[in-house]
């Protein structure tokens, strides 16, 4: 299934983590996120899986939002 953020942004307790994410990730492909420690790609992760949710910007799944999937 094909994965896409789209300008996501993620804040906890109002501090601004991750800002204006945008990526995409075809099937069958791997993906990696670097970056220096803090720059928020854990974060980024957990909004992946649903435990955090975004303040701004789109998670889908195959096409769906991530946020209306069971």
Do not use: C, W
Not at 20 to 27: I, K, N, V
Not at 48 to 61: D, F, Q
Request: charged share 15%.
């Amino acid at each position: 299934m094909r994965v896409a953020v789209e300008g996501v942004s993620i804040d906890i307790g109002g501090v601004p983590l991750v800002g204006d994410a945008t990526l995409a990730a075809e099937p069958g492909t791997f993906v990696g996120i670097v970056g220096p420690n803090g720059s928020g790609k854990s974060t980024l992760l957990r909004a992946l899986y649903r435990a955090l949710t975004p303040v701004a910007g789109m998670i889908h799944l195959g096409g769906e939002e991530l946020a209306q999937l069971t």
